[in-house]
């Protein structure tokens, strides 16, 4: 009912002009008809009513500058003139500055206020100065209201400024990055700010793994601080030294996590520091949550022991990584285990018996849908030559006499 009575007024307004009258609108009209036009979306005249309310009754009702941002930001959506588009700008955080000054301020409009003048100004590189100055009054002031949009909002803002060559302080950006870490880790991370916060801040500071020791690295013992730490390290893909070795260990100290051990183990494979890597993987074992995960972990310890040349504890783990998952590396793992034992189960067995180890190390291969080795494997077969003249038959079983014994089927090399 308020509102046909408001949109009768606008008519009678426009029924007094055409008849002659000399009615000017009362800032009563003024009122009713912003609230028309604007619920008519005719944007242009709810801005002309607007201006004159915000003009003479500035105090009257907060509501009109709540309101008036929005009247301004779809005339920019309108508009294809840039000259236009600035101004509507402009007008907009007149807006909220005056809001400020009458209504006061709290965290919610000045998260609004930020997140409106990011998105007016983000296309202008020369803006990106005052917006990073305007970001850093808010951090300054209370980092924990800021919204973590707006986080993300900042270093955006950074990785611009980077990319238009535009200056900035790098050592500021560090600084606010750990604060903002540290509030993202405490409120969570629900929407996964953080890790396109990581991304943009590699774009935005050109830093190496000197860069990251010296800033991230000097005290370690404590949780946050080590989590940091590792997080730069991993993303730089920086070696795991003695630093981050420390790291992970005061982190799976205090939040054993599946994750992180695997990460650790696995660097700590390729770096053949395989005491580590065991221990890393015990705790992943104990951390994991499903079969496959188990797998995965029974996988890298049977490449530890492969690396420590200690075949059979190798292909017992793979074995268990198979009944967890049936997992394709094992099998692979395992044809390889095979297929290098040739010379370790010679004996004084024929020929035929012997090359038994490649007719296991193939059914292992197909286990695992590796046609490579599969025919790195069948090129070692017996010749039908040999399966013959040794009193044998292709399809006969036979057991492989060597550290593992596995029973085959003979089987003939492919003809050449």
Same mark, same amino acid.
């Given at each position: ?228 730490? !590792?997080? =730069?390290?991993?993303?730089?893909? %920086? ?9 992970? #260990? /005061?982190?799976? +100290? ?82 390889? !285990?095979? =297929?290098?034992?040739?010379?370790? %189960? ?9 090359? #038994? /180890?490649?007719? +296991? ?56």
């Amino acid at each position: 009912m308020k509102k046909l009575i408001s949109t009768l007024s606008v008519m009678l307004c426009i029924v007094n002009a055409s008849i002659g009258q000399t009615h000017q609108p009362t800032l009563e009209d003024r009122k009713l008809m912003f609230q028309d036009y604007y619920y008519l979306k005719d944007w242009e005249k709810a801005q002309t009513n607007l201006e004159v309310i915000i003009k003479n009754i500035p105090e009257e009702d907060e509501k009109y500058y709540v309101k008036g941002v929005k009247v301004y930001e779809y005339l920019m959506k309108e508009t294809e003139d840039t000259e236009m588009d600035r101004i509507y700008q402009q007008k907009a955080l007149d807006l909220y500055q005056m809001r400020f000054s009458i209504f006061g301020q709290n965290d919610q409009v000045q998260n609004q206020f930020l997140s409106s003048i990011y998105r007016y100004w983000i296309s202008q590189p020369a803006k990106y100065d005052s917006l990073a100055s305007l970001f850093q009054v808010r951090f300054d002031d209370n980092m924990t209201s800021v919204s973590q949009s707006n986080m993300l909002a900042y270093f955006d803002v950074m990785r611009r400024a980077k990319k238009y060559k535009q200056p900035f302080d790098e050592a500021q950006v560090l600084s606010n990055y750990d604060l903002i870490s540290k509030q993202i880790n405490q409120q969570g991370d629900e929407k996964g700010y953080m890790d396109k916060i990581d991304q943009m801040l590699l774009q935005s500071v050109d830093l190496d793994c000197g860069k990251v020791e010296e800033i991230y690295g000097q005290d370690l013992s404590e949780l946050d601080d080590a989590k940091r730490y !590792l997080s =730069m390290v991993f993303k730089m893909d %920086c070696g795991v030294n003695d630093k981050a070795q420390q790291a992970i #260990a /005061v982190v799976l +100290a205090q939040e054993p996590e599946y994750k992180l051990a695997m990460y650790a183990a696995k660097k700590s494979i390729i770096d053949k520091r395989l005491g580590d890597a065991q221990r890393y993987l015990g705790i992943a074992l104990l951390q994991a949550q499903n079969g496959s995960e188990e797998s995965d972990v029974y996988l890298e310890l049977a490449k530890t022991m492969t690396l420590n040349q200690k075949k059979q504890e190798a292909c017992k783990y793979a074995k268990q990584a198979i009944a967890k998952n049936n997992n394709k590396e094992a099998y692979k793992l395992i044809g390889n !285990l095979y =297929m290098s034992s040739f010379n370790e %189960c010679v004996g004084e067995k024929d020929i035929v018996a012997r090359r #038994a /180890v490649f007719i +296991a190390a193939y059914d292992k291969f197909k286990m695992a849908n590796d046609e490579k080795n599969m025919e790195l494997a069948a090129a070692q077969f017996p010749t039908m030559e040999e399966i013959h003249f040794n009193s044998y038959e292709v399809g006969q079983s036979v057991v492989v006499d060597c550290w593992f014994k596995e029973e085959v089927a003979i089987a003939r090399r492919p003809a050449e």
